[in-house]
């Protein structure tokens, strides 16, 4: 560091406050500490003692919504590097905990970097200046309370949104791209000009886009990105607002993709951080993830976004010429299950086009070559959807009937003993409810011994627990069964229309199909190879047609028997 004479020396002034510090159950608390530590406060505070001793050369170096568990940040980095670089010779804080609630680094840079480097330091509120040497022997004792404080609040707030998932409630404040909250309401509403371009995007996906294509789209359609859409409607964003009010990037469409929350529900446990230290983010599996359906309105359907992240999962690979198929992803092979992969190239005409086994690998691999044309899948698809189209149309209630039959079906009955035992549940809570309040009100008057209201008190949270989960377990599958009973109605309206269609589309084949399984060629009667393929049609698997005896047979089944019709 540059020898300076000390009254040449910039003094800082740091401040630093952390929405963390004031997040407390009491809101009458809450208030005052947000009163006490605001950055303005702060300032006041520390200009005031400037001026009264005669300090005129200072700074201040501001770090606002940022916890004083970590060291990174902004304001405190410049001010260090002013510091190494000889320009500020005093650092005065209103108290320690402004200054870090981390108790090594709080006690670190004050105590043995400063002094090395010549640089006092002051806290106001503990009486310190380290020059000195006045209270800086309480400055451990500050430092370990201030960072018990974070650690604390830490629990408290964990403890907070804990109850919030074993509620069932949302426990994320941001609200997604497309919807909008009034002040002091939980409750998302559909925000229609955003929710229209949300629309767009999944729209795009089941035409078999990917993120940059659809970025790409709506870059050239002139479509706002959301920044820029926030900063028109004056609706507060931590982005800038875009030079280039179009430029979506692919990470941005990404992110809208995988949000289920567009289904109308609400999705807790996505991640966490490793601890109120190292607040590096914790991504969980999606098993994991807490899912509360019917939260808000959709935007998106649950078959569509079904389709589009299933897509997703069987991302498309790009060819050198350009050229695709409407099939990739979605094209696997019948005997070793891998996925079959679009080859193009620009040696081979476009007619030329075709599928192989990822597995083949030129004989090295663990499978054959399962080879077909993509123009000859087009003709075998659009085949195949014609005659399902056909015999649906012509035959609905056998193929309902068949339908029920295979796929096992859980009756009515069923259904309505499991809404039954989730509403007795959900009795069972408010019961629970009124006996921990009950027990506790005994303990409080000293007619309940304290180990047995310990006892009947962890009986009772538990049980609480158990049957709170019971409730959302059988929400969810009560949920899917009735998606199940929506997905096919889906499909039986889109199959309808498909008996004089003369070609597919991307968004066709992403509605109906969800999966084309590719056999190994056979030599058929006629002496002439055939390709089997079996198509999985979205929400009724493999459709078999039965020939004209079969359809008779199930006719008089269903006189006999109705009730089994879907």
Not at 139 to 149: A, G, L, R, S, T
Not at 487 to 494: G, H, I, P, Y
């Amino acid at each position: 560091m540059k020898k300076v004479e000390k009254d040449k020396l910039l003094t800082a002034l740091y401040c630093r406050l952390s929405v963390d510090d004031v997040k407390e159950v009491n809101e009458e608390k809450r208030k005052k500490e947000l009163e006490s530590n605001s950055i303005t406060n702060q300032k006041q505070i520390l200009e005031e003692y400037c001026q009264k001793n005669g300090i005129v050369n200072y700074r201040f170096f501001v770090d606002d919504g940022i916890s004083g568990t970590t060291f990174d940040r902004p304001g405190f980095l410049k001010m260090e590097e002013m510091i190494e670089n000889g320009e500020i010779g005093t650092v005065i804080v209103k108290d320690l905990s402004r200054f870090g609630r981390d108790h090594i680094y709080s006690g670190y840079y004050p105590q043995i970097k400063y002094p090395s480097l010549g640089v006092n330091f002051i806290a106001l509120q503990e009486n310190v200046d380290v020059e000195k040497d006045v209270g800086t022997e309480m400055m451990p004792v500050h430092n370990i309370f201030n960072e018990w404080y974070a650690r604390q609040t830490s629990k408290k707030i964990r403890a907070v949104w804990q109850n919030k998932r074993d509620r069932g409630e949302r426990v994320s404040a941001s609200v997604p791209f497309g919807y909008k909250k009034a002040k002091k309401d939980p409750q998302w509403y559909i925000d229609e000009p955003a929710a229209e371009i949300v629309r767009y995007i999944f729209k795009l996906a089941t035409e078999g886009l990917g993120p940059m294509k659809i970025a790409n789209r709506l870059r050239e359609e002139k479509i706002i990105t959301p920044t820029e859409y926030y900063c028109s409607i004056e609706r507060r964003t931590s982005n800038p607002r875009p030079v280039d009010p179009y430029d979506w990037q692919q990470t941005t469409v990404k992110h809208i993709l995988d949000n289920r929350q567009y289904t109308g529900c609400t999705v807790n446990g996505k991640s966490s951080i490793v601890s109120y230290k190292v607040h590096k983010s914790i991504e969980y599996d999606e098993s994991e993830w807490q899912i509360i359906p019917n939260t808000q309105e959709p935007i998106i359907d649950e078959e569509t976004f079904n389709i589009v992240h299933q897509m997703r999962q069987g991302r498309r690979r790009n060819t050198a010429t350009g050229r695709s198929s409407m099939f990739s992803g979605l094209v696997f092979c019948g005997d070793c299950g891998a996925k079959m992969y679009y080859c193009a190239s620009k040696s081979i005409k476009e007619n030329q086009d075709f599928f192989r086994c990822s597995a083949y690998k030129e004989n090295r691999g663990t499978c054959s070559i399962h080879f077909i044309r993509n123009v000859v899948l087009e003709d075998l698809v659009l085949e195949t959807v014609k005659s399902v189209a056909k015999y649906i149309s012509e035959y609905e209630p056998v193929f309902l009937y068949l339908y029920a039959k295979n796929h096992k079906l859980a009756a009515a009955k069923e259904m309505r003993n499991a809404k039954l035992k989730l509403e007795q549940a959900k009795k069972r809570v408010g019961e629970l409810d009124k006996l921990i309040k009950s027990v506790f009100e005994q303990h409080i008057l000293g007619t309940l011994s304290e180990e047995s209201y310990r006892t009947m008190i962890a009986d009772y949270e538990k049980e609480q627990r158990e049957v709170k989960q019971f409730i959302l377990e059988s929400e969810t599958e009560v949920q899917t069964a009735k998606q199940e009973s929506t997905d096919l109605k889906e499909f039986l309206a889109t199959i309808r229309k498909c008996t004089d269609i003369t070609e597919l589309t991307p968004t066709l084949v992403n509605t109906l199909i969800k999966k084309i399984e590719i056999f190994n060629s056979v030599v058929g009667a006629d002496g002439k190879k055939h390709v089997p393929i079996t198509i999985h049609f979205r929400a009724a698997g493999i459709i078999t047609i039965p020939d004209e005896k079969e359809i008779i047979a199930t006719i008089e089944e269903i006189r006999n028997n109705p009730s089994n019709v879907a």
